[in-house]
């Protein structure tokens, strides 16, 4: 049997390579989604990713009879480093052919990036940040993938463990089936709610008007998350460039915005029609007929995702989410949505998933990220 040959990325074709891998991986599988190749090869341009300019990283593709039969980038963080005291070797865009000899030698590659640095601890998959995507599929592999989820066949999690890695966090995403009706006791508390502290819904007239809201808005990102053990703080040039990759796919309606009576946001919800199946279509470029996919499916979706949702802290567990669910239902009714999906969202993030606990969310997807200690 052929041995399991490692090579670093180090040239455009190779990268090419490392990008497509996963496509041909998940070829038959109704489930995967694929992500924009031009997107992908962003992420490893400092021109359009920020957060090269603090990391060191390495692309990995691992062949075996002579076909390519895995990948994996590993990346250090020295911001995350320098600014919270956590060392470790991130490990991300992992994937491999069912094949222990494959996933051993990808890991091995982590591990020895990690010893090279003088670094004992591993975990992934994982981007570059906290907003980037996280988390090995554990449960859900029958469901369609969303734009910003990782998905992965359901041998994964049983190489990296047989490998030795352990559980490190755990997300949880929920599918929600919204109601014909509303209950009346949501539409009442919804107005009380707003009465009482004084709270009002913008109302869009054109997606120019969000843009003055949107450094507020990672700013109030921050405030809801920044107690959760895995969070770091978004610099500017983080905002700015989610603002360019995301911005074009977001439809005013679908985004809500709660402020108070002196006009300042307390509260805001980011959901996207879902994309998936206009990815599958596209098939991962937008041009000459992706852009077509993505427009209908724009215009016509019975499923939207949750991307982003902020709450200020003092406005925390006090009903304000009663305010951001009935406007959302009543936006979706409208344009005929009557499925959400809720993005990847730590299992300890209570503050969060309040939100959804009165509509009937049935908990469809998992996900982890696993870690080894190598002093162990």
């Not at 010893?115 to 004992?120: M, S």
């Not at 983080?238 to 307390?266: H, M, S």
């Not at 567990?317 to 936006?331: D, L, Q, Y």
């Amino acid at each position: 049997m052929e041995k399991v040959i490692i090579k670093q990325v180090t040239t455009d074709s190779e990268l090419t390579d490392f990008i497509r891998f996963p496509m041909d991986l998940y070829r038959n599988n109704p489930n995967y989604v694929p992500p924009l190749i031009n997107e992908e090869k962003n992420i490893w341009n400092k021109d359009h990713n920020p957060a090269l300019a603090y990391s060191d990283v390495k692309q990995f593709l691992a062949y075996k009879d002579q076909k390519i039969a895995g990948r994996i980038a590993v990346i250090i963080n020295h911001k995350e480093e320098k600014e919270l005291g956590i060392s470790k070797v991130r490990f991300g865009w992992l994937d491999f052919i069912n094949d222990e000899a494959v996933s051993k030698a990808l890991i091995d590659q982590a591990i020895t990036f990690a010893k090279e640095h003088r670094i004992d601890k591993i975990e992934g998959p994982m981007g570059f940040t906290n907003l980037d995507k996280a988390g090995m599929l554990t449960m859900g592999f029958d469901k369609l993938a969303t734009m910003i989820g990782l998905y992965n066949y359901d041998y994964y999690p049983k190489h990296l463990e047989n490998l030795g890695l352990a559980k490190e966090k755990e997300w949880v995403e929920f599918e929600i089936n919204f109601p014909e009706v509303l209950p009346e006791k949501v539409v009442k508390f919804s107005s009380l709610i707003a009465e009482k502290y004084k709270l009002k819904v913008l109302n869009f007239k054109s997606k120019q008007e969000i843009l003055p809201l949107v450094d507020p808005m990672f700013k109030l990102l921050d405030e809801t998350y920044k107690h959760l053990s895995t969070y770091t703080p978004i610099s500017e040039e983080q905002i700015k460039t989610y603002k360019e990759k995301y911005f074009p796919f977001i439809a005013k309606n679908y985004i809500i915005c709660v402020v108070d009576d002196k006009d300042e946001l307390i509260s805001f919800a980011i959901t996207m029609p879902s994309y998936s199946k206009a990815l599958q279509k596209s098939k991962g470029k937008l041009f000459p007929f992706g852009w077509w996919h993505f427009l209908q499916a724009g215009k016509k979706n019975d499923r939207a995702n949750f991307y982003l949702i902020g709450i200020h802290p003092d406005y925390q567990r006090r009903g304000v989410t009663a305010i951001i669910f009935k406007e959302i239902f009543e936006r979706f009714r409208k344009m005929g949505i009557k499925f959400a999906e809720t993005n990847p969202e730590l299992e300890e993030n209570k503050s969060v998933q309040v939100l959804w606990q009165d509509y009937n969310p049935v908990n469809h997807k998992r996900r982890r990220t696993y870690a080894l200690n190598l002093e162990d």
